[in-house]
Nanobody
Framework: QVRLAESGGGSVQAGGSLRLSCAVS????????MGWFRQAPGKEREGVAT???????YYTASVKGRFTISKDTAQNTLYLQMNNLKPEDTAMYYC??????????????????RGQGTQVTVSS
């Protein structure tokens, strides 16, 4: 049974940091595209970061230089290190897995698997 379980969300002040984790079970990373997307109340879902089978990464412009996506293949865990957080980063964050080798970030979480989400709240 496939399961993606996020953790690490919370409430921080602007400028703070959080590290999100996503423990994956039921499949191994292999050639899957892995990523994070977020959704704030009343807003559309937004792809945040993706990492591919060859460890190449891609970020949405608003988080570039502040967020880092990584994966530990041995632990089957996906991470998102978030630094210099801003109030506009407030959202529910979801990890996702897409069976395509190079799934576009905008589609991460639509095909394949996704977790239940972890809330990130950034106060000014």
């Amino acid at each position: 049974q496939v399961r993606l379980a996020e953790s690490g969300g919370g409430s921080v002040q602007a400028g703070g940091s959080l590290r999100l984790s996503c423990a994956v079970s039921g499949f191994t990373f292999g050639s899957y595209s892995m990523g994070w997307f977020r959704q704030a109340p009343g807003k559309e879902r937004e792809g945040v970061a993706t990492i591919y089978f060859d460890d190449s990464t891609y970020y949405t412009a608003s988080v570039k230089g502040r967020f880092t996506i990584s994966k530990d293949t041995a632990q089957n865990t996906l991470y998102l290190q978030m630094n210099n957080l801003k109030p506009e980063d407030t959202a529910m964050y979801y990890c996702a897995a897409d069976p395509s080798k190079y799934a576009p970030m905008r589609t991460i979480g639509i095909n394949g698997y996704r977790g239940q989400g972890t809330q990130v709240t950034v106060s000014s």
